[in-house]
């Protein structure tokens, strides 16, 4: 009976072609590595978008709120024709960006989350995806929003995007823009980088474990409420998920009991 619920609830998606993976030098000299994963990898990505879910700065928070449910969402099999692609650097998560084709000619750019800052690397990876919609999937446009200021400078006004207001984003319902492809061939020299076929090692390397990532944004450190937790029950939750998300757990002291307190 729930292996017959489960046929029904599970979309099947519509066979599509891979992106073929792809590699690039970044400004500082590392090699970035951008490949698609699939269902089996996304265990090992959640993880390290989590924590971002605490972390309001940029809206970090929304967008790794969103993005956790959109894995899960693929990893559960409960969205259709989505993809998920990594960057990586050493083995390193660096970006995850996805999407889904709505239909064979439109598709949805879902998100871009970096989780290593000041290189780029967000940029190319959502580049990359629109690669993938334009050059693999053949598409005719792409359906985008912003979440963030960065976000809109990055997409909106980067690719000079076009309104498509009359069309509501499936990511809230909030008017869409679109990237066409003859925007796509308009910014391809200067927006798209990257080589093919990846080295064999570098690829191997990348595939062979999602290493968390390095520097990832954290919240800031909040130093009253730190020291206000050596004694309150708020405080002492409050410095103990700060130390898990600076990876750092560590035992806090429990809180004075109320006579010693006097
Ligand atoms: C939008 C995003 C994907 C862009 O990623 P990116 O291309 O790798 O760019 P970065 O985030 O590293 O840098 C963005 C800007 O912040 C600056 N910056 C660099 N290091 C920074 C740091 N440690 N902290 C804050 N800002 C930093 C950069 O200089 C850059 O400025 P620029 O636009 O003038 O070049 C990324 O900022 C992000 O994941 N933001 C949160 C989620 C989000 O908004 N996603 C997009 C939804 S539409």
Known sequence: MSTDLEKILRPVDNPAPIFPPKYM?????ET???????RDEIPDILP?????????????DIVAARVYAELLGYYRYRVQDEYVLVAQLDGE???????????????VSLHTLSLRRGLRVGAHAFAAKMEYHFDYLKQKEVLIVAESPIGF???MIEYKLEKRFETPHELGGVPS??????????????????HRPVPAN???????KIMPPSDPPKPPMDLMAATRSQSDNTGSALLLQRQVLG?????????????ARR
């Open 48 to 60: 390290h978008v989590e924590p971002l879910i605490h972390v309001e700065r940029d809206f970090y």
């Open 93 to 107: 998560l660096c970006a995850v960006v996805n999407g889904r084709r709505f239909n064979p000619e439109v598709g």
């Open 247 to 259: 990876g750092q757990p560590k035992a806090v002291a429990k809180p004075k009991k109320a006579a």
């Open 177 to 194: 823009f679109a990237l066409t492809r003859e925007i796509f061939e308009r910014v391809r020299p200067t927006l798209l980088t990257g």
């Open 202 to 208: 570098l690829l191997a390397k990348a595939k062979a």
């Open 153 to 155: 400078r990055r997409w």
């Open 32 to 38: 970035l590595v951008i490949r698609q994963v699939d």
């Open 25 to 29: 030098t970044l400004a500082g000299g």
